[in-house]
């Protein structure tokens, strides 16, 4: 039992998923087809996508709001530059600089200035969705220029049967696992989440590795807006809208403690994968969609207590 | 190798130290003894390079010298402070070379963590102090004497020729007090000089070779330990004697 215990989180959720997707195959005629599971799996690339910087910003104790709105913030400017018939690189290359603004501001402000990360990241969730709305003037862009078809590819593409998405989603999920165990950042990063005054002691510049993360995170939802606005083929202000809360409970259920210190790139995406497996299994089963919240709500706050089981035997503190 | 001269510290009104004098030799272990407010963490965080005193000279290997946290490790003084300052989230090897680590270079360009070469390391700091704590177990699930190893170990990483001890037996069990004591005793064996703050009488007897008392900021006793006794320090502690 304490070796099960101690097995990683990430684990026990792919079983899940496993469990998950073999009851619904038996019970669900559609789940099993090649379309639905291609939906699925292009579906939480996106939601994975961000899941992986999530993971790497809570864990070093912080967490960030401000990812969904960031999403719709890169999807209106990367629209607008396109439709003004600028080529996609630039205009992917302009959406990326508004992200790496707010990952910035974000990060500056809660390692050099010491902000609570859940209030700096809440306001930032406000501005980029203002921003969004006074930069698209609440209009739905849909007219990509000449570089459209290209972005349409890119995001809504299949390449060997896999979702184009899919694809940046696994290798970036490979780069982030190598970064979590190879690199003196990520080690860092752990450290901060460990214990932040002993880590400052030891020399590593704190400030700058929580600036690293809220960067990394800001950047990746940039990345997955791009490829979201292709595989639409439209967008508006509203792009990303509520998925904060998706992107946090992908991460949190793959095992990334909200206290710090703990998480790996493995469960980001084995989390994406149960919350998206869940959502779709709730379609299918005909639940009104009306409770997807609900259900993704109520799945952050267990496994949370599921986490606190683990570690300490019982659900209480005391 | 360290001699104090006529230290003193002063916060606004209050000195915290006056012209105290201290000396140590290599492999010695000196008990740094006082009550509360004596001016024990004082005259250690100076040493560590936290405070510069605003007055007298510290000499290091002959020289003047003044101490900042960066120069005092240069020197080769390393601190462990009491609350141990480790990671509960890591292994003990990731503590030991926290912002220290090693790298290897894969194919040539990328520089990746160099983990055999860091676990190798750290078992070996864990042999030479006598420690049962394995390179790849978390600190959260160590023992308070396999915690005060790791941290040893970390000060131990850059070979320091002088320790400087923040009651490293406030806190823990009896059974692993019995280790921290070993684990001092194997740092003097191997030619580093510890400065031991504590408060427990048996403790510092167990380990110094020399006894320092101060009260109010003044040293009112600097002899061999095996020449004094609990009694007559307790004694100095307390004014009850005046100095010895």
């Known amino acids: ?318 | 190798m360290l001699e104090l001269r006529s230290i003193g510290m002063r916060f606004g009104a209050v000195e915290a130290l006056q012209a105290v004098d201290l000396e140590l030799a290599p492999g010695e272990v000196v008990g740094l003894m006082g009550d509360n407010g004596a001016g024990k963490s004082t005259l250690l965080k100076i040493v560590a390079g936290n405070f510069a005193p605003t007055s007298g000279e510290i000499r290091w290997d002959g020289q003047a010298v003044e101490l900042t946290p960066l120069s005092a490790r240069e020197h080769g003084i390393e601190a462990v402070y009491q609350d141990l300052a480790l990671c509960d989230n890591l292994s003990a090897t990731a503590n030991v070379f926290l912002g220290r680590e090693l790298h290897r270079r894969l194919f040539g360009i990328l520089p990746v963590l160099d983990h055999g070469a860091m676990r190798n390391r750290s078992a070996e700091l864990f042999d030479e102090l006598g420690s049962d704590t394995r390179p790849d177990d978390l600190v959260r699930r160590m023992s308070g004497g396999q915690r005060q190893a790791t941290a040893l170990a970390r000060a131990r990483l850059s070979a320091p020729r002088l320790m400087l001890l923040d009651e490293p037996t406030a806190a823990i069990s009896v059974r692993q007090i019995a280790e921290v004591l070993e684990l001092i005793r194997s740092l003097r064996d191997q030619g580093v000089s510890v400065l031991l703050v504590s408060h427990r009488m048996s403790d510092v007897f167990a380990v110094a070779d020399r006894v320092v008392v101060l009260r109010r900021g003044r040293k009112v006793a600097d002899k061999a330990s095996a020449e004094s006794s609990p009694e007559e320090v307790t004694a100095l502690i307390t004014g009850a004697i005046e100095a010895a």
């Open chain 1, 1 to 318: 039992m304490k070796g099960l215990r101690r097995a990683p989180q990430s684990l026990w959720v792919m079983l899940t998923v496993a469990a998950l997707a073999g009851v619904m195959s038996l019970v669900s005629e559609p789940f099993a087809s090649a379309d639905n599971i291609f939906n699925i799996s292009r579906n939480f690339a996106f939601i994975g996508l961000i899941a992986l910087g999530q993971t790497a910003v809570i864990a070093t104790g912080g967490i960030d709001l401000s990812v969904g709105s960031v999403m719709g913030l890169v999807g209106i400017v990367t629209g607008l530059v396109l439709a003004s018939g600028q080529p996609l690189i630039v205009a992917a290359a302009a959406g990326l600089g508004c992200a790496l603004l707010c990952g910035l501001v974000n990060g500056a402000l809660v390692g050099y200035l010491r902000l609570s990360p859940f209030v700096v990241t809440l306001g930032m969730l406000s501005i980029a969705r203002s921003l969004a709305l006074v930069i698209s003037n609440n209009r739905m862009i849909h007219d990509f220029g000449p570089d459209e078809e290209l972005l349409l590819t890119l995001g809504g593409g299949r390449f060997l049967g896999v979702a184009n998405p899919v694809w940046l989603l696994l290798v970036a999920a490979l780069c982030a696992a190598a970064w979590f165990r190879y690199s003196r950042l990520a080690r860092h990063v752990l450290a901060v989440g460990g214990n932040e005054d002993s880590t400052r002691l030891a020399g590593v510049p704190v400030a700058r590795v929580k600036l690293t993360v809220y960067v990394l995170c800001s950047l990746l939802a940039g990345v997955s807006a791009i490829l979201m606005v292709g595989w639409l083929g439209a967008v508006t202000n509203a792009l990303g809208q509520n998925y904060e809360l998706r992107v946090i409970a992908s991460a949190v259920i793959g095992g990334a403690n909200l206290m710090g210190g703990e998480g790996g790139a493995f469960g980001a995406v084995a989390g994406a994968a149960l919350i998206e497996l869940i959502r779709n299994s709730l379609l299918l089963l005909g639940v009104d969609p009306y409770w997807q919240g609900a259900f993704i709500g109520g799945s952050i706050i267990a496994a949370m207590l599921v986490e606190r089981i683990r570690r300490t035997g019982r659900p209480g503190v005391a």
